[in-house]
């Protein structure tokens, strides 16, 4: 066990804990929600950086970091669709959510076909996942209807945009394989 790897762990750990904040019958509770959705955020880029650079990439961490980022995410986007109650901010959630299991299944059978690298990250996934993570905090974070809540809107469906176009290049790439396989 390594501090990337404690780092994806606490990721999980403050899921119960996002939720909870979420639900307080406070006036901080929004604020403190964005927060800790934001230090979770931090340790997602933090425990990758400090992996790499301190040569400390393990199995277990390559395989915890995606599901630790993934349940975060989805677990964020399940508490705004009921915050908001609204189909423009549920559509660009789910598009998000459907892209994460459709990619996330897609590595797992490359995978077995020893062609992880096919579907590996791409700079416009990296990007997304920037745009979603300051997205959600946005909207944890402020309430609905704040200048600062519908900055958070625009950037996710940016983000989903960009969540729709990283699906199909990943699918493009794994397609020549896939369909060798049908």
């Known amino acids: 066990m390594n501090i990337p790897n404690l780092l ?12 909870v904040l979420f639900y307080l019958p406070f006036s901080w509770s929004m604020l403190a929600t964005g927060a800790l959705f934001g230090l979770a955020s ?7 950086y400090l992996a790499r650079r301190w040569n400390q990439s393990t199995p277990f961490g390559a395989f915890l970091d995606p599901v630790a980022d993934k349940l975060m995410v989805a677990v964020a986007l399940a508490l705004l669709i009921e915050r ?4 423009w901010l549920t559509l660009p959630a789910l598009v998000i959510i459907g892209r994460e299991i459709v990619i996330s299944a897609l590595r797992e059978w490359m995978a077995e076909m020893g062609k992880r690298g ?21 909207l944890l974070g402020f309430a609905p209807g704040t200048s600062i809540a519908t900055l958070g809107v625009v950037t996710l469906y940016a983000a989903a945009l960009l969540t729709l176009w990283s699906m199909i290049q990943y699918l493009r790439a794994a397609w020549p394989h896939l369909s060798d396989s049908m």
């Open 84 to 87: 908001y109650d609204a189909s």
């Open 118 to 138: 096919t579907v590996a990250v791409s700079s416009i996934g990296k990007l997304k996942t920037t745009l979603q993570m300051i997205a959600l905090l946005l």
């Open 42 to 48: 931090i340790t997602d880029w933090l425990d990758g």
């Open 8 to 19: 994806t762990l606490a990721r999980i750990v403050f899921i119960p804990l996002l939720v």
